[in-house]
Structure formats: C-alpha cells, structure tokens
C-alpha cells in the first residue's frame, strides 16, 4: 500500500504567476482534499475532490482551482499568485464510509512567492 | 474567525512525566475531534480521535478527554518520550463519515526534554 505523495516539494513563484501542485492519492481512496499551511497558523480547508467532481470548498477565492483525475490523483492550481500564498500545500487522501482518522496527509509542497 | 485554539504555542516536559496539551472550540455543530502529530518535512499523522457522544477515549500512552460543555478537549500522553517531540494539531470536523473538512488549530510545539 503505497502512501499519499505531493510533487514538487519545493517551488519558488513570482507574484502574478501561476502554479501546478501535484498529489497521488493512498491506494483505493477516492477523495482528496487540500489544505493551505501558513507559517505559525494550522492546515487550512481550500477544497475536496471526490470522484473527480469539487465536493465542498472553503473560504479561497477562484483562483485556486482543482482537477482529480480517473486514478484519483490531484493537482491544485493558484492563478495570480500573491505573497500570502506562501505556504505548505498540503493534500490527503480519504475513503468515504470510513472514520475521518483515516485521512491520509502527504508530506507537502513549500510554496515560496517573491 | 478561529474555531479551534490552541492557546498554548508551546510546552516543555521531562521525559516521563505527563504532557497535556490544550484545545478549545467555538463551534457546537463540531462532534468529532482528532489529533494529529506533525514532525518537519513530513504530513501530519492521525495519533487519536474521539466521537462527542464519549467523554475519553484511551490508546496506549495517549488519552483524550472531551468536556462538551466547555467545548473544551485535552490530549494527555503519558509517559512523554523523546520521540513524542513534535508539533501537535487538534483538528475538528462535522460527522465523521470519512471525508469531512477538518478545522484545525493553530498548533501546539511539544518538546520532551530528556
């Protein structure tokens, strides 16, 4: 069973550009969810994927987009970056009908906007 | 508007003694709350949960107490471990159906001084 893993680890953006972060999902688990991890701050809610379709979002403007493919990997897409996007992007991997406890966190992206 | 505190930035205890690290919640739909375990470069990893309709919930060293009243929760880990050196999130969430957003704290940095 192989576990949840984020591509790249690292990233460093200019303001106005935009970013591709990449997640594959713990095998078998059909819902990903990204959070956002300021410095000093928790993980943040941005979004869920469940089956390929957006299963809720939180409080992140348009910009931050997502896609989840067939094999139920994800990536999370920041149009406009801004200097508060600077943060760890982190995903986890769920399977719905089970206990929350099993989301599954990858290690995560440090995303650095200059 | 932070829904789940953690007041305490940080703590320092002797191995061996008690740890118990604090969180509160403003929100009374909250009915599932979790902690997670957060060593740097790595994805936060599920330690212990526990329903609203319990009060404790026990998992070898690691104990977690639920006043709903206060709306108020404690992890205690006892005998504290060098290796439990780690920064330590309580997270809260509505059902626990296995891919609901969790509300995270801002996170408590324990250190166990040997």
């Known amino acids: 069973e192989t576990g949840v893993t984020q591509s790249p680890t690292h990233l460093i953006k200019t303001r106005g550009q935009q970013v591709t972060l990449r997640c594959s999902s713990q095998s078998g688990h059909n819902t990903v969810s990204w959070y956002q991890q300021a410095l000093g701050q928790g993980p943040q809610f941005i979004f869920q994927?469940?089956?390929?379709?957006?299963?809720g979002r939180g409080n992140f403007p348009p910009r931050f987009s997502g896609l989840q493919f067939p094999n139920y990997s994800s990536e999370l897409n920041v149009n406009a970056l801004e200097l508060d996007d600077s943060a760890l992007y982190l995903c986890?991997?769920?399977?719905?009908?089970?206990?929350?406890?099993?989301?599954?966190f990858g290690p995560g992206t440090r995303l650095t906007v200059l | 508007d932070q829904q789940v505190k953690q007041n305490s930035p940080s703590l320092s205890v002797q191995e061996g003694r008690i740890s118990i690290l604090n969180c509160d919640y403003t929100?009374?739909?909250?009915?599932?709350f979790l902690w997670y375990k957060k060593y740097p470069a790595e994805g936060p990893t599920f330690l212990i949960s526990?329903?609203?309709?319990?009060d404790k919930n026990e998992d070898g060293r690691f104990t977690v107490f639920l006043n709903k009243s206060a709306k108020h929760l404690s992890l205690h880990i006892v005998p504290s471990q060098p290796g439990d050196s780690a920064v330590y999130f309580c997270a809260a969430s509505v059902g626990d159906f296995g891919n609901e957003k969790l509300t995270f704290g801002t996170g408590t940095r324990l250190t166990i001084i040997p």
């Open positions: 526990i329903s609203s309709i319990k």
């Open positions: 994927y469940y089956r390929e379709e957006e299963n």
């Open positions: 929100n009374s739909m909250f009915d599932y």
């Open positions: 986890a991997s769920s399977l719905p009908g089970t206990a929350t406890d099993t989301q599954y």
